[in-house]
């Protein structure tokens, strides 16, 4: 049995395994060990106030507003929920793929910071529980926060049914503000799901390992997720069929994104 330990805030510099994995990594994004400032977002108080997700699209609206002449409701719940859907997915694409463990993804163990200049979008992430999972061969699978699995389907499935937790809570707390369907929330979760290992990979140089454990990690159709990661070698790279729309492509003058569902048949 798992016994979770917080990060000592007496002696920051006492490191968790865990905590250690952060800090080594080239993340190309601000990712963080440990409780923040006043200014970052913890998750579960998000999700325990759907309201707050309106005055986040507001400020959003905004910005588009002085970069499109206008704002519409689609663009900012797809904006929103894609960004929010990819803290978690990206956090554990990255954990799972550098050094093969799987964090905590409660939402009240995360938190996010936006940015305060431009484009309200999240620029950090930040976890503050030392449980992991690992496998058999893990340097610290003897540590009090580790809970140790067979091998690396295992893993992956740990990271689907913790990532899977946390996506039922977002689309039952953003469901209510926004006019997204039940299959549409989810389909942008399967989205992000896939696209945290895969963008971890190119992060650290090894696409080709970020799209291997992107299909470990959803190998088929598996509920919740609407579908098996799609991700296949093309002449131009690696591409994939998304599931989900930000719906940029309604915004005036706005190039649709590449291999958007809307506009790409």
């Not at 484009?119 to 061969?137: K, N, T, V």
């Amino acid at each position: 049995m798992t016994v979770p330990a917080r990060v000592s805030q007496q002696n920051p510099h006492a490191l968790t395994p865990l905590a250690e994995s952060i800090a080594r990594l080239d993340a190309g994004s601000d990712v963080r060990f440990g409780m923040q400032s006043q200014d970052w977002t913890i998750c579960s108080d998000l999700l325990a106030e759907p309201s707050r997700f309106d005055l986040w699209r507001k400020d959003l609206a905004g910005w588009m507003v002085e970069q499109y002449g206008e704002a519409d409701g689609r663009a900012t719940a797809g904006y929103v929920m894609g960004w929010y859907l990819h803290q978690p997915g990206y956090l554990a694409g990255l954990l799972f793929h550098t050094a093969r463990r799987v964090p905590s993804l409660k939402p009240q163990d995360m938190s996010f910071h936006l940015a305060t200049d431009g484009r309200p979008h999240p620029d950090g992430i930040a976890l503050f529980s030392d449980e992991f999972a690992c496998l058999p061969d893990d340097p610290a699978s003897n540590h009090p926060a580790a809970t140790v699995v067979p091998d690396e389907a295992a893993l992956a499935a740990v990271l689907r049914a913790r990532y899977a937790a946390h996506a039922a809570q977002f689309v039952a707390s953003f469901g209510q503000v926004v006019r997204f369907g039940r299959r549409q929330l989810w389909a942008a979760a399967t989205d992000m799901l896939e696209y945290g290992p895969w963008a971890a990979g190119r992060v650290c140089g090894d696409e080709n390992g970020g799209v291997t454990d992107a299909a470990l990690i959803l190998p088929e159709k598996l509920t919740p997720f609407v579908s098996a990661s799609s991700l296949h070698f093309t002449p131009e790279g690696w591409k994939r069929k998304r599931n989900s729309c930000c719906f940029h492509y309604v915004l005036p003058n706005a190039e649709p994104c590449t291999a958007c569902p809307r506009t790409n048949n």
